[in-house]
């Protein structure tokens, strides 16, 4: 339970009314931007007093950090989940894609507001991006190395590997109009999402390579008896 901050809510009370404001924001940053969006109409999404939203987050600057912070965090916790040596690579990379493909059907707007603020510059991101996420990537380039030295995976350059992860999946929700004109609707639906995600795996299963096949004559041997 968390301390009270003089006569503010502790516990989950706090936590349900932030998370429902953070829900609010991302959907004003996302349309209009950090520039553009007013904490008054923030405030009228989440049905709230402009007052409360201030009490919680003090400035829209706060807000919109705590907005990014908490879509980061858990983009960051997937991969850390799923992407582990205690998992084969293809059904670590499943899972994550899997994870990666549900957000951008469920949440597509804080994607969105990620990739705003990446062509505005990434400056509010900044120490994220060359520490947080740089050194998160040497993490997995490590589970990588040893899922390739045990011969189930082929070799792979990590870095441009996650590229192409996070541009695939992602794209779901940063160009989801254009992929719904292409299909001819006028939004994507469940079954497209699927579809992305076979699609996807079906790529990514070139470099994984079956466990059974690739271990030692011996652990084949033992397999067997």
Known sequence: MRQKDGNRPAGSLRENMTGHILDAAEKVFSCHGFSGARVDEIARVCDLPKANVLYYFSTKEKLYHATLERFLDGWLADADAWISEKNRPYDGLLKYVQAKIIFSRRKPEVSRLFMQELLSGGDRIEDFLRITLKEHVERLSDVFRVWQERGQMKAVNVP????????????YA??????AAVLGRKK?????YDEGLNTIMQLLSSVCIDEETSAPEQDRSRARS
Do not use: A, I, P
Not at 160 to 171: D, E, N
Not at 174 to 179: E, K, R
Not at 188 to 192: E, H, N, P, V
């Open 188 to 192: 994507l639906l469940k079954s497209d």
């Open 174 to 179: 940063d160009m989801q109009v254009q992929f």
């Open 160 to 171: 441009h590997f996650m590229f192409l992860l996070w541009s695939m999946t992602q794209s």
